[in-house]
């Protein structure tokens, strides 16, 4: 029972986490204050809000796994993946704005959480998927 609720609780974080840039599709604003960039070109506003689609297409699998368990193994999954492509990608930066380096540290710190979830639901008892 307590394998089952910290995975439902990582689940949780990593939804909240991942769904909150979702708000930078109200506009420049909202994503100038999550990344610390200039969005002064359309195309590029356009890119980030689409990012902020793609944040969902990652956060709604995990609030869903949350209630159904055969959800939970490709929902972190998925998260996995995305965070560690951010977490390359930033590494071939010379340097990050503060902005982008708390987003550094958040991940960092989702990984350690879905890692041992994620073990929790590939293993034998009752956080694994039913």
């Known amino acids: 029972m307590l394998a089952e609720r910290c995975v439902q609780l990582v689940l949780l974080l990593a939804a909240v986490i991942h769904l909150a840039p979702v708000t930078g599709l109200a506009g ?3 994503l100038q204050r999550l ?3 200039d969005l002064a070109d359309p195309a590029t506003l356009m890119l980030m809000r689409h990012r902020a689609v793609l944040f969902a ?3 709604l699998p995990l609030a869903i796994g949350v209630f159904l368990p055969t959800w939970r193994v490709p929902a972190l999954t998925g998260a996995l993946v995305s965070l560690g492509a951010f977490l390359g990608l930033a590494a071939t930066l010379p340097s990050l ?3 982008l380096l708390r ?3 958040i991940d ?3 990984i350690a959480l879905i890692v041992p979830a994620l073990w929790l639901c590939l293993r034998p008892g ?3 998927p039913g």
């Open 126 to 128: 009752p956080a694994a």
């Open 57 to 59: 297409l990652v956060g």
């Open 108 to 110: 960092i710190g989702l």
């Open 28 to 30: 420049a604003e909202a």
């Open 97 to 99: 704005n503060p902005a």
């Open 35 to 37: 990344y610390g960039i």
């Open 103 to 105: 987003a550094v540290r």
